[in-house]
């Protein structure tokens, strides 16, 4: 679809374009649902992250506790989800689906989509997963690896991030377009097969079924386990291979602002993580901020076990993590980064 031509828009309409209310749109706006929108002269200063604000986000999803598709603890932190965005000003879009996993479940899953001046055209996407993984298969003790996780840092700490990320941006909008993505049955798959497709399953189902066009995208940043103490991100494979230009902008952004003993400037393998999905599905370029703190980039003592609970979390890893990524789309819309 052609962009709206701003010559024939009244000043007022403009104006209203400009601070992101969609109901200053006229009929030709709600038809082609993208307009272009002059940039050059909106600065937004860079808005401080709230760590322990992310924290009590993390916290309030694990009260519902575990998070597997299908039970009453998934669909109780649907809703809360949901309505958490709409208090931020968020317009959101639940993408309710069913997949199949391998071992023949049927799930049905819900990719959440929180969309922020969702009229303007030029626009990056924020992504984390929000569901929780259905048995401990790394947990020590074996009478319990049959049972689901919590999830703290493996769903819930890239979640919290992005609902301050969401309380922030309707405190300090910007003009530019921001889409947070919560991918849903992203950890059901199987560890012991040599399948990656059987994870991600709500990132495939975005990726072919996506709500918006390739075109408006730049990029993407995924954040997956981005809340434990002594967090360690090193540049992920596919990130660097797919994404290079973004990947070195973010490490070169937190080593200027001194988060660098986070961000670790070396390469550290390839993870079939939701970015992948995205980047072969929808061809758009997606890096992923993980964690993998070991010297042969394993994911951490608590990964899969009924140890990645709240005991794990830090508040100065959810701040380092979540001020990059606040600098870095504040930094982008004022055509700085």
Same mark, same amino acid.
């Given at each position: ?35 272009? =929108? ?51 000003? !968020? ?44 048995? !401990? ?7 319990? #690896? ?57 990132? #495939? ?11 408006? =995208? ?9 809340? !434990? ?96 990524? =606040? ?11």
């Amino acid at each position: 679809m052609k962009p709206i031509n701003l010559n024939s828009i009244s000043f007022l309409f403009l104006f209203c374009c400009l601070i992101g209310f969609s109901s200053c749109e006229d009929e030709s706006s709600k038809k082609s649902n993208t307009m272009l =929108v002059p940039q050059e002269n909106i600065k937004v200063r860079i808005p401080k992250f709230d760590g322990k604000s992310a924290k009590d986000f993390i916290a309030k999803q694990l009260d519902f506790g575990t998070r597997v598709p299908n039970s009453e603890g998934h669909k109780k932190c649907k809703e809360w989800l949901v309505s958490k965005f709409k208090s931020f000003g !968020a317009k959101v879009i639940e993408q309710d689906f069913k997949a199949t996993t391998y071992t023949n479940v049927e799930l049905n899953a819900t990719n959440i989509i929180a969309r922020y001046n969702p009229n303007v055209k030029e626009r990056v996407i924020l992504a984390a997963h929000w569901d929780t993984r259905p048995i !401990a298969d790394k947990d020590p003790d074996p009478a319990k #690896q049959s049972e689901p996780i919590l999830g703290a840092d493996d769903g819930g700490s890239g979640v919290g991030v992005l609902l301050e990320i969401a309380r922030l941006l309707q405190k300090n909008p910007i003009p530019m377009g921001v889409d947070i993505i919560l991918f849903d049955a992203e950890d059901f798959g199987n560890a012991e097969g040599n399948d990656p497709e059987t994870y991600g399953l709500g990132s #495939q189902y975005w990726a072919k079924n996506p709500h918006l066009r390739r075109e408006d =995208v730049k990029y993407g940043i995924l954040l997956d386990m981005v809340g !434990a103490k002594g967090a360690k991100f090193s540049k992920e494979g596919y990130s660097v291979e797919h994404a290079g230009k973004y990947t070195n902008k973010i490490w070169d952004l937190a080593k200027l602002m001194k988060k660098d003993n986070y961000f670790i400037d070396k390469s550290g393998g390839y993870i079939t993580d939701d970015h992948f999905f995205v980047l072969k599905y929808f061809g758009m370029p997606m890096l992923d901020i993980i964690n993998r703190p070991s010297d042969d980039f394993g994911f951490g003592d608590h990964w899969h076990t009924h140890g990645d609970n709240m005991d794990i979390i830090d508040v100065n890893t959810l701040n380092a993590v979540g001020q990059v990524v =606040v600098a870095a789309i504040y930094k982008e819309s004022n055509k700085e980064l």
